[in-house]
């Protein structure tokens, strides 16, 4: 069946004072929580170009500066973009692994992400269309979580090691068919005795089934962050705003993605 349409972004309202939006270290004020500081990169382009948000959730042992290990050379074009890359702290209260979606209930880390959104769209400049989460490990699992409770308004995803060990929260918007690239490292993808290869290919599984337009991208390297894949992830999210439709991947993948990826 053609199902409902995904509509528009439902962007949340701010639950506290919003930042002045500039590079460096900020800090966001959810309702109900103490305030979170996060990395921020951006630059003069946003003031007057609508760029994308990208959200990045680092891994567990790393630190915010992981999104610009991350994503290299492609920050550059995402903050020329008029694009904002935000990387927020994790709560110590969540322990080890860093967020409350790998390790605990709380949805505080979402209320965070809603803060980040709802500012970066009332006085950041963003695209309300093009909010876009990715991240790895730990951050992956977290990015895996948000996709499903934040489905209103992301609009595509990028999973480096991450998945679902466990049964799939519910979609906060289930019209919302969001795009997600799905990278792992093969069958040595391990830590903490958690196989992400495995967990890949159940979040895989179960987007399909509910109707989703899945990349799955196995670069056999273990447990790290493909690198090389930024520039093919930054023109993913390019294309895969809120709602798009037709999928403009449905029958190749672009030239220039890498070879491990397939559809």
């Known amino acids: 069946g053609g199902g409902t349409a995904a509509g528009s972004p439902a962007i949340p309202q701010p639950g506290g004072a919003c930042p002045t939006w500039k ?31 990208v959200i990045y959730w680092h891994a567990t042992g790393s630190v915010v500066g992981e999104a610009a290990y991350s994503l290299g050379a492609t920050l550059t074009a995402i903050v020329a973009a008029g694009g904002i ?27 965070v992400a809603d803060e980040i959104v709802a500012c970066a769209v009332k006085s950041g400049g963003v695209d309300p269309t093009h909010i876009h989460s990715m991240g790895m490990s730990a951050g992956a699992l977290q990015t895996t979580a948000m996709s499903f409770v934040r489905s209103s308004y992301l609009a595509s995803v990028a999973i480096y090691s991450g998945g679902l060990g466990a049964a799939a929260p ?25 196989d992400f290869q495995a967990a890949t290919n159940k979040l895989r599984t179960q987007l399909t089934t509910d109707g989703h337009f899945t990349i799955l991208c196995n670069h056999g390297k273990g447990h790290m962050v493909p690198t090389d894949a930024a520039p093919s ?28 990826c397939a559809l």
């Open 23 to 53: 590079a460096g270290t900020l800090s966001f004020a959810p309702a109900g929580i103490a305030a979170r500081t996060a990395q921020v990169w951006m630059s003069d382009a946003a003031s007057t170009m609508h760029g994308p948000l």
């Open 85 to 111: 890359v935000v990387s927020p702290e994790g709560d110590p209260a969540a322990g080890q692994f860093v967020w409350y979606a790998v390790s605990g209930t709380k949805d505080d880390d979402m209320r």
């Open 170 to 194: 519910a979609y906060q918007n289930p019209a919302n068919k969001f795009p997600a690239m799905l990278f792992f490292g093969g069958a040595t993808d391990t830590a903490f005795g958690f």
């Open 233 to 260: 992830v930054w023109k993913f999210f390019q294309s895969h705003g809120f709602g798009t439709t037709p999928e403009p991947y449905a029958t190749a993948l672009p030239s220039g993605f890498p070879t491990y």
